[in-house]
Nanobody, 117 residues
Framework: QVQLVESGGGLVQAGGSLYLSCANS????????MGWYRQAPGKQRELVAS???????NYADSVKGRFTISRDNNQKTIYLQMNSLKPEDTALYYC???????????WGQGTQVTVSS
């Protein structure tokens, strides 16, 4: 069973930084692409950033140059460094992992990020 637990969210002023972590309890799985998504009230869930098994990264245009995704394949953990935060970054942030090679998705419960102006 794969259980994901996000941490690191909180309230921060515009221009500030937060560091999100996603801990993974599974030790008998191999994971392919891992990523962070977010969902603001009244909006659809959107991809923020993803990272492949070979560390290739992909970012939403809105966060390029401000956010950095990373992963630790030994601990099967992913991180999201968020700098220069803006009020429009306010959302519930979810981590997502996809098993390899069978491509099954797992989601965390989410961590709230609130950026005040």
């Amino acid at each position: 069973q794969v259980q994901l637990v996000e941490s690191g969210g909180g309230l921060v002023q515009a221009g500030g930084s937060l560091y999100l972590s996603c801990a993974n309890s599974a030790r008998d799985f191999t994971f392919g692409t891992m990523g962070w998504y977010r969902q603001a009230p009244g909006k659809q869930r959107e991809l923020v950033a993803s990272i492949s098994r070979r560390y290739s990264t992909n970012y939403a245009d809105s966060v390029k140059g401000r956010f950095t995704i990373s992963r630790d394949n030994n601990q099967k953990t992913i991180y999201l460094q968020m700098n220069s935060l803006k009020p429009e970054d306010t959302a519930l942030y979810y981590c997502n992992v996809r098993t390899f090679p069978d491509n099954i998705d797992y989601w965390g419960q989410g961590t709230q990020v609130t950026v005040s102006s």
